[in-house]
């Protein structure tokens, strides 16, 4: 409609003169007539308002008045929606009719129908931001009515895309209207508006009428469907799926949740915009005074707030949102209608905040909510038992902690915070405890810096707190303890120490770490020199203020301890620790440090009281010995006066103590004078005697008499020599009749003296005289021969200790037998101390003799660990002290160790040999290193070394490999590099040939259980057992298989135990290793990854040694690292297969394209062939390859992080090669990882793609049906076997190739295709399209090239001649239903961008399409249908050419074919009637052409289409009918073919249609056709003379001839009568010519109800005296066929021709004069008619024939009414009408018969009152 502001409007007095017509009409018109009347009035009445005139506008209110009026109430009666709509569009100028317009739009949307409100509401959304807000609210609200009210399930796609496509504001409007909608809640009573709502917005969503119940679920529903079809951006619709989810009716909130775990899970929550949404939601904004009341949004529903929360708590900009997010917690907390569960959210959102905020926000609402929480708290109950609230109470308390831990400055001035969190620690439930804890402990870090004097109270604090009751408060208060204070504070340490005897494991191990004396710190034996510990001055004193008892002194051992047993061992050993570092760090010869010194010694011995533990004894006493060592002469003179006291321990019951207080002595004795040293050995001696000693007495002697000897013996001796021979006597005797521990403590005393002073040469030792160690040797033997491991240790020193000084060969000759006496022993500890032992008979050891006897000194091995890698200094010391005795004896001794061990031990064919000899000669270069004669062996020392580095113990090839690290540091430069060099070969693996080891029978090759067991099940390692297996399976030459396999063991023992030395070497070898590197790191890199965790470590050590830039040297050598592991990938060992797969996957993460280009095909290549490895670790490294390479790959080839031209690059590597090798892999694995990659290359690298778009488009087609599971296939064959339609099963296959990675890629590939890609790839295209196989594949090709066209439109033109070509081919080709349909559809957008030309060829061939074969027709159907789908507008102007086709191909006999065309019909006629009109000369002219066509088919389907048509046009056919009737005429007569009747209905059809045209045409045409059907109804085919007699019927009736009747009847009677006779002679069987025409007599009683139709038919027609002259015929067959034998169908006919009859004669009744014909007739109809519809009706059981017949007796009785019938007549006529009410049931029927008796009646009166 035209906008009215246009200047064609018409003047206000032709408005003023139109309207008052139409207000005339308007009350004038009937209801009936109003909505057609409203059509047309009420959009020019509402468009007049546009009009100024007051007259005008007052015309207008009266027709709206009277309109408003009169539908208000009447809901059926329409309005014109959409011209008002238009009308509303249009009229932008005028507010008033815009008004109006939208009042009636209102009212005429909720008129519509469900369907057509579903269409109408997308287009209403358009625009819609641009409307006045009240209108906007009506819009939205007839939108949302329409989706509330559509049948969701139906609505057409197109509806969908129509909400999509929507503009930006518009679905954002839309959007938060329908939020507002899902928040939306019925309001209760007295309450103001629903949660999250302002009033405002409740009127908006409402409108006048509150929404409720079942109308606001469905309008809820539709929204949610509504928005999830329209694929939202998830922040947009994120908050209404939120609110969907709370929301209280159970569908919605399920479909809701539904919603936010499927569509939502891309959402941003850190969108600073989505979250203030989501804090107004939560938070409203009642609180805002600048906002108007009825605005004021209120806060949403408890549900929904506990659903916002959970988001709040995951979200980072949430917690950075001030002010929303502290107005958010404290409506949590103190919120009017807060909950348990807020309050605990509200806690957990305030950790988080804590947490997440950013400090400049932190420091705003840090000390707000702290004030919060700390009331919430002192508001709480401790005896909570709400599981919610103590949640909320373990979050508040988890906030204190981080709050502490990101704002210290808030706590750090007071302790009140650390007092009230120790408090809760108490008295809070236990389940809080531990989250109490957490926070105390944080709590901790704000007083780190805190003033002092906090300092001081937290102290005190401390100090009680760790008394405490509860553990959790001693334990946090021991983690304030070790986390606030340093080492160096006392009063700290001091509470430390009290930790130490807890009751608690953790609590005493805390404390121990505070003092450093855990375990894994007191390994750290270096560590110490750097630690900060107080000052032994300071830390005496603060525990003497403590304890001040610890000051008193007693000359008795105590009994009772000032401190707990644990806590005095802590405090003795932190106390030496600060001893130590005193030491260190200042002179120790001042006055203050020996008074500190003094106070120690005497807490320690306090420490000794009889209370004291065993581990306190021990250890106050070799504290006291450590002093000794460290001021010899104040321990000295203290304990020279006390010796009484330390003679007590002699006999305590630890051993360490009993030697400690030994040693304690031997050290005091160093200040005694000679007497009284020559008295105390005396006693000792005449003690020992003493008989019934105890073993501790009698251990504590000899270990008393070896050191106090040892230093009476020292330089200048103070005991005479017969004296010290009777003391070596008195210990030779113990060695010899004692038990073996005691006789192993004899012998530690020797070699004590024996370090002092040489041992007597001759001794009179009984009957024997001699020395020490001839006299013992035999005895010792045995001993060492035994099992006490302790003993041979400690005699085996002693050996070592005792020839020191020893000058005699054949003494040395014997200790060094005795020693070599072990060179089979596997138990380690002792060959240590045999190697030790050696190292002292060698010389050269780096200790003294005060070392070894004023020390704790335990033993060379254990005082330097060379195991752990790291040698003391004193180890290379050269030394010439008293220990260090050369002379010819020694130098003969030296040269048996040397070549006991290089000949014997070291080369061995035994590993227990190897294992001793390669320990012994560690020990000798390690101790003894400096020593020229070690010096000049170092060629050999390393030679032996390198050897055992692929010894299979473990022990040998770690020993060897130290050995190796220890000759580079004492070799020269030559040594160095000779020994670099063979390192490195070893590493690398071309190292020299070992030296040659002859196998002997027991010589083991393997480890027992390496390779199995033999066939009888017994062990299988030695050389012996490996030939005897050869042997036994028949392979002798299997034993070489066994030798090699052996020798690739060692070389990879080699290697690893290389790695032990190299990491050392490395650090000492520095430039030296420099020219190596290139053939190291790559080795390196790879061992790093091997599978044996051994050599890992061993690699990894030489790793970090050698390289200090891991990431530099890496890059420097990656070509050949790369290189190494590529060409290793391939190796035949599979642990270099996995080892470089691993190392590839590592260091290739992260490099550039210039790095990897030259390699990355092979990469791929390894991944590939890893992933198909015959093991399954190097299948999973191959894998983990894969992954990493992939990464890499998207990462080179997404233009986005990689330049284009790199990228493109890449992708000229990758891509042939995944689709030339890798989607075609007969590899699972292989083909998933490639097809996966491809899909992600062709998602983020852009244009770089396009070259190899042909390539890659036809192998993911080709792949959806190569990589289809072939399972599908066969189920395909056998679908119609188990009832599976085969066109569903092929619409569930193209559908999952849809949703596979490969079609995903396909999407992709569209998106970057442009014109001149084009080029290459439509030709490939083409050439799958012809030769593509597979259902998936063709489907897929189609669907490509359908969805590519829509892409890139017109660029498409100069190949649509080809492809439409191809496509249409295809189209006709193709056998299946969906691939065909895919390849119509292609052709169809095709078409759509062809020239007119193709255009008008394509449409020709399609058209002619329909004169083939089925296929040919439904090829013609599909491509049609998809050519309106997606070319309609090419197809409309053809329609001329298409409409006949899909009108008359309608009809096909094939059902398929037909509803095909019928669908296609409904597609394009919007009115069947109009578009027949349209069409009808050219449907007429095919239908010609089909009926003058040989095809039976073609025929009937030419009579089908003339029968619609006739029936849809009526007398419109008339036109055209001469055409259709000749043509009609010239197929009834002839030869029968199957389905020839439709050719009569056809005739009947057309007759009914133009029958007044036919006669005025053709008067005779008449007769003609009646005599053709009259001549068909002849036939003896059954159905074909059905349809003639149906056909003469409709004729008769059309045409309404006269004559017809004089012309049909004869036939028709004959017809009748000879099924009459036929009926009696069937019935009687009287002659066998009777039994011969049955068939006949069937076949024509088959259609007595058509011919009985005919003649009713034929009385309609006929004139009444017509009908009298043939009444006797009429009343035969009337009577004759009600008989019994007849169907009731058949009687049921005949009862339509008496009603007939009778009507027919009702009018010749009006007359004056009645001819008797009549007379006769209707007596006839009385008499003799009537009874026999008496007994029909007694007789059949059929309702309907019961209805008709008493129907008929009515009109009989009507026809009697003015005739003289007999009174007894009359009256038994009513009494059989009475009988027949009472047995009818039919209430119809029993009406008519009461009609009847009340005529009979009337006529009975009648005759009484005659009479």
Not at 606 to 630: P, Y
């Amino acid at each position: 409609m035209a906008d009215p502001s246009t200047s064609t409007q018409p003047s206000d007095a032709q408005r003023e003169e139109m309207l008052d017509r139409m207000l005339t009409r308007l009350a004038l018109a009937d209801d009936s007539e109003l909505e057609q009347l409203l059509s047309k009035i009420l959009p020019y009445t509402v468009s007049s308002l546009s009009s100024l005139s007051p007259s005008v506008r007052k015309l207008v209110m009266e027709i709206l008045t009277h309109v408003n009026k009169r539908v208000k109430h009447r809901l059926e009666i329409g309005l014109p929606m959409l011209e008002l709509w238009e009308i509303y569009c249009e009229a932008s100028g005028f507010p008033m009719v815009r008004n109006f317009c939208m009042v009636y739009i209102e009212m005429s949307f909720d008129r519509l129908p469900a369907e057509a409100k579903a269409n109408m509401a997308p287009d209403l959304l358009v625009n819609v931001s641009r409307l006045p807000t009240q209108h906007q609210d009506i819009i939205l609200r007839i939108i949302l009515k329409a989706i509330g009210e559509c049948d969701l399930s139906q609505l057409d796609e197109k509806i969908y895309v129509k909400y999509k496509s929507s503009d930006g504001k518009d679905k954002q409007l839309f959007v938060e209207f329908c939020l507002h909608t899902i928040l939306y809640q019925p309001p209760s009573l007295g309450v103001g508006c629903p949660a999250g709502l302002s009033l405002a917005q409740s009127d908006r969503i409402t409108g006048k009428f509150p929404l409720k119940g079942d109308v606001l679920l469905k309008r809820k529903l539709g929204i949610l469907h509504i928005i999830e079809s329209m694929q939202l951006a998830p922040g947009l619709a994120y908050p209404l799926y939120l609110a969907a989810a709370s929301d209280s009716q159970d569908p919605v909130a399920k479909r809701g949740e539904d919603l936010l775990k499927r569509r939502t899970a891309g959402v941003n929550l850190d969108d600073s915009d989505l979250i203030e949404k989501l804090f107004i939601l939560f938070n409203g904004t009642t609180s805002v005074e600048s906002l108007p009341a009825d605005f004021r949004v209120t806060p949403v529903n408890n549900a929904l707030r506990l659903q916002l929360m959970s988001v709040f708590c995951r979200c980072i900009t949430a917690a950075n949102a001030f002010p929303a997010a502290l107005q958010c917690i404290f409506g949590c907390i103190y919120g009017s209608g807060t909950t348990s569960r807020l309050k605990q959210l509200g806690m957990e959102f305030t950790v988080w905040v804590f947490k997440h905020a950013l400090i400049d926000r932190l420091k705003l609402m840090g000390p707000v909510i702290l004030n919060a929480i700390s009331r919430q708290l002192d508001g709480s109950s401790l005896a909570e038992t709400d599981a919610i609230a103590k949640d909320a109470k373990s979050f508040a308390f988890q906030a204190i902690g981080l709050l502490a831990a990101r704002m210290p400055q808030l706590f750090r001035d007071k302790i009140d915070m650390a007092v009230r969190l120790f408090t809760s620690l108490k008295l809070e439930d236990q389940s809080l405890r531990l989250t109490i804890q957490e926070s105390v402990t944080s709590l901790a870090v704000a007083y780190k810096d805190a003033p002092l004097a906090v300092l001081k109270e937290l102290e005190a604090f401390l100090l009680q707190s760790c008394k405490a009751e509860q553990s959790e408060v001693r334990f946090c208060a021991m983690r304030w303890t070790t986390s606030l204070f340093c080492l160096n504070h006392c009063p700290s340490r001091y509470i430390c120490m009290l930790g130490c005897e807890d009751t608690k494991m953790d609590i005493r191990e805390m404390a121990f770490e505070g003092l450093h004396l855990s375990k894994d710190q007191e390994l750290l034996n270096g560590a110490d020199d750097n630690v900060n510990y107080p000052k032994l001055k300071d830390m005496l004193n603060y525990i003497c203020l403590r304890q001040p008892k610890l000051l008193d002194s007693s000359e008795h051992r105590e009994k009772e301890l000032l401190f707990p047993s644990k806590t005095y061992f802590a405090m003795a050993r932190f106390l030496l620790k600060c001893f130590k570092a005193d030491c260190r760090r200042c002179d120790s010869e001042t006055d203050e440090f020996r008074a500190a010194v003094s106070t120690y010694c005497q807490v320690l011995e306090h420490g000794m009281a009889f209370d004291g533990s065993v581990e306190l004894h021990a250890t106050s006493m070799k504290a006291l010995v450590e002093i000794g060592s460290h001021q010899p002469k104040l321990v000295a003179s203290r304990y020279a006066d006390r010796l009484s006291w330390l003679q007590i321990f002699w006999s305590h019951v630890d051993f360490d103590t009993r030697e400690a207080a030994s040693r304690l002595l031997g050290i005091a004795c160093s200040t005694i004078s000679s007497t009284e040293a020559a008295a105390l050995t005396t006693e000792l001696l005449s003690s020992i005697n003493t008989k019934l000693l105890r073993f501790e007495n009698h251990h504590g002697l000899l270990c008393t008499i070896g050191y106090v000897v040892a230093e009476c013996m020292r330089e200048v001796p103070k005991i005479s020599e017969s004296l010290f021979a009777s003391i070596v006597d008195h210990l030779v005797s113990v060695v010899e009749l004692e038990s073996s521990a005691l006789t192993s403590v004899s012998m530690e005393a020797l070699g004590h003296i024996g370090l002092r002073h040489p041992l007597p040469i001759d001794i009179n030792h009984g009957t024997v005289s001699g020395g020490v160690l001839p006299i013992l040797h035999e005895k010792l033997k045995k001993l060492i021969d035994g099992n006490d491991i302790k003993t041979i240790q400690r005699i085996v020193v002693a050996l070592g200790h005792i020839s020191v000084k020893e000058a005699s060969i054949s003494h040395l000759k014997i200790a060094l037998d005795l020693i070599f006496g072990l060179s089979r022993s596997k138990v380690e500890d002792v060959l240590f101390a045999a190697g030790e032992a050696l190292s002292f008979i060698w010389g050269g050891v780096p200790v003294t003799g005060d070392e070894i006897l004023k020390t704790n000194y335990i033993s060379l091995s254990q005082t330097y660990n060379y195991l752990s890698g790291e040698m003391s200094s004193a180890s290379m010391r050269w030394s010439s002290s008293e220990l260090n005795v050369d002379n010819e004896s020694r130098a003969l001794a030296r040269e048996m160790i040397i070549k006991k061990l290089f000949d014997e031990l070291l080369y061995s064919n035994r590993k227990e040999e190897c294992c001793v000899g390669t320990v012994w000669l560690v020990s000798l270069t390690m101790y003894c290193g400096h020593h020229p004669k070690i010096q000049h062996l170092l060629p050999e020392i390393q030679e032996a070394f390198s050897h055992h580095l692929g010894d299979q113990n473990e022990l040998t090839q770690e020993l060897a490999s130290q050995g190796m690290s220890i000759v580079y540091e004492l070799g020269d430069m030559a040594t160095k590099q000779e020994l670099v060099n063979s390192l490195v070969n070893t590493l690398t693996g071309s190292g020299k040939k070992k030296r040659a080891i002859k196998l002997m029978e027991d010589s083991e090759v393997f480890q027992e259980g390496a390779i199995g067991k033999s066939l009888s099940g017994g062990k299988l390692s030695t050389y012996k057992e490996l030939c005897n297996l050869a042997n036994e399976m028949g392979q002798p030459d299997l034993i070489y298989k066994f030798m090699d396999l052996a020798n690739y063991q060692a070389s990879l023992n080699s290697k690893r135990g290389a790695a032990f030395g190299f990491s050392k070497i490395a650090k000492l070898a520095g430039d030296a290793l420099q020219p190596h590197l290139a053939a190291l790191i790559p080795r390196l890199v790879r061992f790093q990854y091997d599978p044996e965790k051994n050599v890992q470590d061993a690699m990894a050590n030489i790793w970090k040694s050698l390289i200090t830039d891991s990431k530099k040297a890496i890059d420097e050598y990656f070509d050949l690292i790369v290189e190494d592991l590529l060409s290793q990938s391939g190796s035949r060992l599979w642990r270099s297969r996995e080892a470089s797969c691993l190392a590839l996957a590592d260091i290739i993460q992260g490099r550039k394209y210039s790095q990897v280009s030259k390699h990355l095909r092979r990469i791929w290549t390894a991944a590939f062939r890893a992933m198909d490895d015959i093991k399954e670790t190097v299948r999973t490294s191959g894998d983990s390859l894969c992954r990493s390479v992939t990464s890499l790959t998207i990462r080179l080839c997404d233009i986005s992080l990689t330049q284009l031209s790199d990228a493109s690059e890449t992708m000229n590597i990758v891509l042939p090669f995944f689709l030339e090798e890798g989607i075609v892999s007969k590899v699972s694995s292989i083909q998933k990882a490639s097809i996966n990659i491809v899909m992600k290359l062709a998602k983020g690298s852009g244009d770089a793609i396009r070259p190899h778009l042909p390539d890659l488009v036809c192998c993911m087609l080709e792949c959806l049906s190569s990589l289809e599971d072939q399972r599908l296939n066969y189920v395909e064959l056998h679908a119609a076997n188990v009832g599976i339609h085969a066109e569903k099963l092929e619409n569930l296959r193209i559908a999952a190739s849809k949703d596979s990675t490969m079609w995903e890629t396909l999407d992709m590939c569209i998106k970057v295709t442009d014109k001149q890609s084009l080029e290459s790839l439509v030709p490939r295209l083409a050439q799958l399209v012809r030769i593509g196989v597979g259902l998936n594949t063709r489907v897929g090709v189609a669907s490509f090239i359908t969805l590519l066209v829509q892409k890139v439109t017109v660029d498409i033109s100069p190949f649509t001649s080809m492809l439409s070509k191809l496509l249409f081919r295809a189209t006709l080709d193709e056998k299946r239903g969906s691939a065909k349909k895919s390849f119509a559809a292609s052709c169809a957008i095709i078409l759509k961008y062809g020239s007119p030309s193709l255009a008008q060829k394509l449409i020709e061939d399609t058209v002619a399409l329909h004169l083939g074969d089925r296929n040919y027709q439904v090829s013609c159907a599909v491509l049609l249908k998809n050519y309106a789908n997606l070319a309609a507008d090419i197809l409309s102007g053809y329609h001329a050419a298409i409409i006949p086709v899909i009108f008359v191909s309608r009809f096909e006999d094939d059902k398929d074919v037909s509803t095909l065309y019928e669908e296609l019909w409904e597609d394009n006629s919007t009115s069947e009637r109009v578009t027949l009109q349209l069409y009808l000369q050219d449907i007429v002219s095919l239908v010609f052409n089909y009926m003058s066509s040989s095809s039976w088919a073609s025929k009937r389907k030419a009579a089908k289409a003339t029968v619609k048509l006739c029936v849809t046009l009526g007398d419109s056919v008339s036109a055209s009918h001469q055409v259709l009737l000749e043509c009609i005429l010239k197929e009834v007569p002839g030869r029968f073919w199957e389905g020839k009747e439709v050719i009569l209905h056809a005739l009947a059809s057309l007759c009914s249609s133009c029958s007044s045209a036919i006669s005025t045409a053709d008067p005779v045409a008449s007769r003609v056709i009646l005599s053709s059907i009259i001549s068909s109804c002849a036939k003896k085919e059954k159905c074909f003379r059905e349809a003639a007699f149906v056909g003469l019927q409709q004729i008769i009736r059309a045409f309404d001839d006269p004559e017809s009747f004089r012309e049909v009847v004869p036939f028709l009677y004959e017809v009748c009568d000879q099924a009459i006779v036929s009926k009696n002679a069937k019935a009687n069987t009287i002659n066998t010519s009777a039994a011969i025409d049955n068939e006949l007599i069937d076949d024509s009683s088959l259609a007595l109800e058509k011919v009985l139709d005919c003649i009713t038919a034929c009385i309609h027609v006929a004139r009444v005296e017509d009908v009298l002259k043939e009444k006797e015929r009429v009343i035969h067959i009337l009577t004759s066929f009600m008989l019994p034998g007849f169907n009731w169908t058949v009687k049921l006919s005949v009862l339509s021709s008496v009603k007939e009859l009778c009507l027919k004669l009702q009018p010749s009744l009006d007359k004056t004069a009645v001819s008797f014909d009549t007379t006769y007739l209707i007596d006839e109809l009385f008499h003799s008619v009537a009874p026999n519809l008496f007994e029909a009706i007694r007789t059949v059981k059929i309702a309907q024939l019961h209805t008709a017949a008493s129907e008929c007796i009515l009109e009989i009785v009507k026809l009697n009414q003015n005739s003289s019938l007999e009174k007894k007549r009359i009256a038994k006529f009513r009494d059989d009408l009475v009988h027949l009410i009472e047995i009818e049931k039919s209430e119809q029927a029993r009406t008519f018969l009461r009609r009847s008796i009340e005529i009979l009646q009337e006529l009975e009166k009648g005759d009484s009152r005659e009479i």
